[in-house]
């Protein structure tokens, strides 16, 4: 039997060095007795650590090193001989720290979880008591972790409270803050601790008032905050009080008549529904048309967007450009073509040396048709009878601006103007007079040359958008 | 002649807190990492810090999370929204705290480890843009005169205007509209000021904002800026069906980029309106809520495979669960050959527990006792899956299946 006695309870090194020459040596886990004090009735005396950098060096995985240093903190009796048994089998089964389901390693990862949420908890539960009459101010807690974490938590303290003079006491270890450095020394009493602090009534105010009755769910509370915190909370003795007088104030908020509908509620609603809707008659001004779209109802696309994008430019435009609907930069924006496709065109435009500033730009159809895929919308197209409700929106503006060119980018456009489809590729490349005196160019939809996979198609049908801007600048 | 009565600080938090508790959100996680011991801005006179996970400090016999110091402003309010207890109608007693008493407020409870940082909302008082301006005098105080690093959530007014709003996001982690109800007819209906079209486009510019400040090229020599924005919706206050509100959260989701959204089961409130149902708030209905959508956004399920429109959720199994049965076909699955996204969809098996099936069988062929010690338990898992040692047979095709799988999962003691 060889006896191992480590420096602490906490000794991570001394363990470390420990195993390493041990399992040099060849002593397999059954071999090995661990201590931390001094024991009498051990035989031989002398440790069996041997001095640092004696013994062969071996490498181990980077996590089992990880998850030693938490199994370490843990409270159980067996940390040590565990950690040797996993270190010891390494040896012969190098792949075993990547199977979960080894019931050793299980057992490890538990321990090592137990002491992650000792210190989560730690970090939650300590409270501060101000000490009376320093200057500076002076804080201090006394607080009793689940496992041995309080050095491994406390540098989280000096980042988080680094200008203030604080102190945790603990059964284990104490640590203090001034302001510049850690310090760690013994385990204390509660005795040493401040018994209270002014604020903590105004904190039983705030835990009494925040917490639902309708909604009382003790066991959930006890799971995440266990009773063996509560002594050091001082919120946790209202909790007997809360619990039981939950029901009946859930059962009086139930039971209570409700007050008579307000009079002014009831107005405001016929209100909005007065005003909120579009009315049948015409826009007069393009302002007009852009507010009103907003509240449009004439098919179902309003729901799922975030507002109606009306068309925008200088209101005698000669040319006007229409595209399909708004994309999703042009929904949160609300502007027309300010998305990639608007991009693309704008760079159509510049070779076309086309003034989009001149042109007035819309959409046939003016909210965004798309479907949700995770956090991504994705456009959709839309449909004839939403192309045919929205042109009651296109027509106003075609009413107001009266321009002498129309360029309809994409079939939906097409659609939108003339009120029939016509395959884009047949009708591009030359004038279609439209009644009225007006003359629409045809061309492809920005979007679309954005998605051609072939490189020379999707050349091809640039050079064509230029081409037609340029037929259209030509037309007015 | 009419003596107010000066509230003491005492009543006045019981008042603020006690109108703040129906906003699900506590969360301080997702913050950018920051603490007072260095930083960009060096070290901090103050204190306050943000490690990526938020802490929960404490937590109410309700069993939800304390985190942030969640308190209104003010609950004086000049609209009369109907499932809110601050609405101008409601009998509550009111109160108003000054900038100095939530900044001081803060910085007490910070100190002495009671909290993650604030969660300041309000009531509209005067003009939607007066309110915004104070509650952000609040958050620009404590990061400003105080060095604050601690966490900050502000509750945006929809109607402020949107420079106000940018400057939120400037000292706040996190900003938040509340759509409150899942469609805009309720809205209307409820709360007859509140505009759903307004509140949408201001989730849109902020959405903008976040992206524009946190693309990396234009960050540097930028002051930082809030990193998330969410969103809560009541469940059970009108007649949304489960589809209705889960088809809102998935537009939420892919239009505002929102971190979250939260559902609250509608509670009932002292002095509520009479337009209201007066029942106990539907707990289950929202815990289903939530797991769909986790399912949505985790585990690859869209909105529509998880529920038919028109139709709620069912109360008796979890909406993966649920899903399974309807889908008993693609069952049972071999959990040593099986991908990844097969093995997301399969009962009893969450994201951890399939990384770690995944590894594990590189090392061996996994029995019943192996998936058991990586997942916890197998209960539920086990007719839908084959192991080593085990294969369900005719388990996954058998009609009490589901009575089965219905465990009374206790949410409340009611
Ligand atoms: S898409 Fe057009 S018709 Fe449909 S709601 Fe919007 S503005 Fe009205
Ligand atoms: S505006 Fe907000 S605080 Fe005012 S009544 Fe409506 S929900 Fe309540």
């Known amino acids: 039997m060889r006896v191992v006695r480590l420096a602490s309870e906490i000794d991570f090194d001394g363990w470390r060095r420990a195993g390493r020459a041990l399992r040099a040596e060849g002593v397999p886990p059954e071999a090995v007795v661990w201590t931390v004090e001094y024991d009498l009735f051990a035989d031989g005396a002398a440790p069996a650590a041997p001095a640092k950098g004696a013994g062969p060096r071996f490498t181990v995985p980077q996590p089992f090193i990880d998850l030693a240093e938490r199994v370490v903190l843990n409270r159980s009796n067996e940390r040590f001989a565990l950690l040797y048994t996993l270190l010891w089998r390494l040896e012969r089964e190098p792949g075993l720290i990547d199977n979960p389901a080894d019931p050793d390693l299980t057992r490890a990862r538990d321990m090592a979880k137990g002491v992650s949420r000792a210190a989560h908890k730690m970090k939650a539960f300590v409270r501060f008591r101000l000490v009376e009459g320093v200057e500076p101010e002076v804080y201090m807690a006394w607080f009793e972790p689940a496992h041995r974490v309080t050095e491994a938590v406390a540098p989280f303290f000096a980042r988080r409270f680094t200008g203030m003079n604080w102190s945790i006491l603990t059964p284990d270890a104490c640590v203090a803050w001034d302001g510049e450095t850690l310090k760690v020394s013994e385990g204390a009493d509660p005795a040493d601790a401040p018994r209270e602090d002014a604020q903590e009534e105004l904190w039983r105010t705030y835990y009494a008032s925040i917490f639902n009755p309708a909604r009382l769910n003790p ?258 | 002649m009419s003596a107010m009565a000066v509230l003491d600080l005492k009543r006045k938090l019981a008042i603020l807190s006690d109108a703040a508790k129906y906003d699900a959100s506590c969360a301080s996680s997702g913050a950018e990492k920051r603490n007072s011991l260095s930083g960009p801005e060096g070290r901090g006179k103050g204190v306050g810090s943000t490690e990526g996970m938020g802490i929960c400090h404490a937590y109410a016999p309700d069993g939800r999370c304390i985190s942030l110091l969640k308190i209104l402003l003010t609950n004086f309010c000049i609209y009369d929204c109907a499932y809110c207890i601050n609405r101008v109608s409601s009998n509550a007693p009111r109160a108003r705290f000054t900038v100095k008493e939530v900044v001081d407020l803060t910085l007490n409870f910070y100190k002495r480890n009671y909290i993650e940082g604030l969660f300041l909302s309000s009531g509209v008082i005067q003009t939607g843009d007066y309110t915004m301006e104070e509650m952000v005098r609040v958050a620009k105080s404590l990061r400003l005169d105080h060095d604050f690093r601690g966490y900050i959530h502000l509750k945006l007014i929809p109607e402020a205007s949107p420079e106000l709003a940018a400057e939120a996001g400037l000292y ?189 069988r590189r090392q061996t062929r996994l029995t019943l006792a192996d998936v058991k010690r990586v997942c916890g338990s197998t209960k539920r898992a086990q007719p839908f899956i084959v192991t080593a040692d085990w294969t369900p047979g005719g388990l996954t095709d058998a009609k009490g299946l589901k009575a089965s799988l219905i465990v009374p999962e206790q949410l409340s003691l009611f």
Request: with cysteine; proline share 7%; glycine share 6%.
């Open chain 2, 172 to 360: 706040a982690d996190r900003v938040s509209i509340n759509i409150e109800l899942p469609q805009d007819e309720s809205l209307t209906i409820l709360a007859p000021e509140k505009d759903p079209a307004g509140i949408k486009r201001a989730m849109g510019r902020m959405r903008l904002s976040i992206e524009d400040h946190n693309e990396p090229a234009k960050k540097a020599g930028k002051r930082k800026f809030a990193t998330s924005q969410s969103t809560q919706l009541i469940v059970g206050a009108d007649a949304a069906r489960d589809s209705d509100i889960l088809a809102r959260s998935a537009n939420l989701y892919g239009a505002y980029k929102l971190r979250r959204v939260y559902y609250s089961a509608f509670s009932p409130i002292p002095d509520a309106a009479s337009r209201l149902p007066s029942m106990r708030p539907p707990l289950m209905r929202e815990h289903r809520l939530y797991q769909a959508d986790w399912l949505m956004r985790f585990y690859g399920f869209t909105q529509g495979e998880i529920v038919e429109p028109g139709e709620d959720l069912d109360l008796t199994v979890d909406p993966k669960t649920a899903w399974a049965l309807r889908h008993r076909g693609d069952f049972p699955v071999d959990v040593n050959t099986a991908d990844r996204d097969t093995l997301l969809r399969t009962p009893g098996l969450g994201t951890r527990g399939v990384d770690r099936i995944l590894s594990a």
């Open chain 1, 219 to 476: 066991r959930m509370m006890q799971q995440e905050m266990p009773k063996r915190y509560w002594r050091n909370l001082p919120e946790a003795r209202l909790i007997p009080e809360l619990i039981e007088s939950a029901q009946r104030r859930t059962a009086q908020m139930v039971e209570a008549r409700p007050n008579p509908p307000s009079e002014r509620v009831l107005k405001a609603a016929l209100r909005h529904a007065r005003d909120g809707s579009y009315g049948e008659s015409d826009p007069l001004t393009l302002e007009e048309a852009a507010v009103a779209a907003q509240v449009c109802r004439r098919c179902d696309l309003w729901r799922e967007a975030t507002q109606a994008v009306p068309g925008e430019g200088p209101a005698r435009a000669r040319i006007m450009i229409v595209g399909e609907q708004p994309g999703d930069e042009e929904d949160l924006t609300g502007r027309p073509f300010v998305g990639p496709a608007g991009r693309l065109l704008d760079k159509a435009m510049l070779e076309a040396d086309f003034d989009r500033r001149k042109a007035f730009v819309t959409n046939a159809v003016k909210h965004f048709k798309h479907e949700p895929r995770g956090k991504m919308r994705l456009h959709k197209t839309p449909d004839r009878g939403e192309v045919q409700a929205c042109r009651w929106w296109l027509d106003a503006e075609r009413r107001m601006v009266k321009p002498r060119v129309i360029l309809a980018l994409g079939a939906t456009a097409v659609m939108g103007i003339t009120g029939r489809s016509m395959p884009i590729a047949r009708s591009r490349g030359a004038p279609i007079a439209l009644d009225g005196g007006a003359r629409l160019v045809v061309s492809w939809h920005p979007s679309y040359l954005l998605r051609v996979p072939d490189a020379d198609a999707r050349a091809r049908a640039y050079a064509q958008l230029v081409d037609d801007l340029r037929l259209a600048q030509s037309l007015t």
